[in-house]
C-alpha cells in the first residue's frame, strides 16, 4: 500500500525462514557475492576469508554483529517502534535482545518512527549468532553458502522494489538461515503490523483450505464404503433370489 503523504516515507516488514535452501548462481560456480569480495580484496579466490570478510568487502560500510536474537518474537521485531535502527553500528547494544514494547504500537507516519527509518536507509547489517559464527570459522563452505543465501535476500529485494535508496538489517540463525529481516525505504509498501497481519490471513487461509480438502477426502471415502455395501448387499439379494427362483423350478431340491 502505498501512502498518499509528501516527504520521505519508509517501511519495515518482517521476513520469516527466508528460502532456507538458496543457492549459489545457476552456473555451479562461486556466486557474485564471492566473485565480488574476492575482486575487492585483490584475491584471485576467497578461500580462507571469514564471513565477516566477505560481508564488508562485498558491501563496503555495512555493519557486523554478533549476537543471539533467536529469542526475539517475530512479533515484536515487526513493530514499528523496535529498535531495529541500534543494530546499524560496529557495536549493538544488548538491550536491543530484551527490549519490551512500553505501550502501544505507534504509527508507520509517526515522527520518531520515520526518524528511525530514515537513519537506516541507505545502509546494511547483519547479525550473526555467535554458535555460527564459530561454525563458518571452521567451515569456508558453510560461510560461502549462507553469503549466498544474503546476497540473494538483497537481490530479490531490489527486484521488488527497485528504489535504490533502501536499508537492510538482516538476522541470521544458527544454521545460517535468515530468520528475521528488515528492510527500509523512502517509498513505503508496507508496514510491519500489516504485513504480519497478512501472513496469519494466509496461514489460516492455508489451513482452512487442508481442512475442506481432508473433509472432501473423507465424504469420498464414505461413499466409497457405502457403494460398495450396497454393492455387496446387491449381490446377496440377487443370490438368494436366483435361489429361489431354482427351487421354485425344481432345479434346487
Avoid at 538458496?22 to 578461500?47: C, H, I, Q, T
Avoid at 489460516?204 to 457403494?227: I, P, S, V
Wanted: glycine share 6%; net charge neutral.
Amino acid at each position: 500500500m502505498d501512502y498518499a503523504v509528501t516527504g520521505k516515507l519508509g517501511g519495515c516488514y518482517l521476513a520469516e525462514q527466508y528460502r532456507k535452501n538458496a543457492s549459489p548462481d545457476k552456473n555451479g560456480g562461486v556466486s557474485f557475492a564471492e566473485l565480488a569480495a574476492a575482486k575487492a580484496v585483490g584475491r584471485s579466490d576467497v578461500s580462507g576469508m571469514s564471513f565477516k570478510d566477505m560481508w564488508q568487502a562485498r558491501f563496503p560500510g555495512a555493519y557486523y554483529n554478533v549476537m543471539d536474537t533467536s529469542k526475539i518474537d517475530g512479533s515484536l521485531w515487526g513493530r514499528n517502534d523496535y529498535p531495529w535502527d541500534k543494530y546499524f553500528s560496529s557495536h549493538a547494544d544488548d538491550s536491543v535482545l530484551d527490549w519490551k514494547p512500553s505501550g502501544a504500537e505507534p504509527a508507520m507516519l509517526d515522527p520518531k518512527v520515520q526518524a528511525k527509518i530514515n537513519s537506516t536507509i541507505g545502509k546494511k547489517a547483519i547479525v550473526v549468532p555467535p554458535e555460527l559464527e564459530e561454525k563458518m570459522k571452521n567451515d569456508p563452505e558453510l560461510a560461502k553458502r549462507v553469503m549466498a543465501k544474503v546476497e540473494g535476500f538483497i537481490a530479490e529485494q531490489d527486484i521488488m522494489n527497485p528504489n535504490p535508496r533502501k536499508g537492510y538489517l538482516i538476522a541470521l540463525d544458527g544454521n545460517g538461515d535468515i530468520a528475521h529481516a528488515c528492510v527500509t525505504s523512502e517509498k513505503m509498501s508496507v508496514s510491519s503490523a500489516e504485513f504480519i497481519e497478512a501472513r496469519k490471513a494466509r496461514e489460516a487461509k492455508h489451513a482452512e483450505y487442508e481442512k475442506m480438502a481432508e473433509q472432501a477426502a473423507l465424504k469420498r471415502r464414505l461413499m466409497e464404503q457405502e457403494a460398495d455395501e450396497r454393492h455387496y448387499k446387491d449381490s446377496i439379494t440377487q443370490k438368494a433370489v436366483s435361489i429361489a427362483a431354482y427351487e421354485a423350478a425344481g432345479i434346487l431340491k
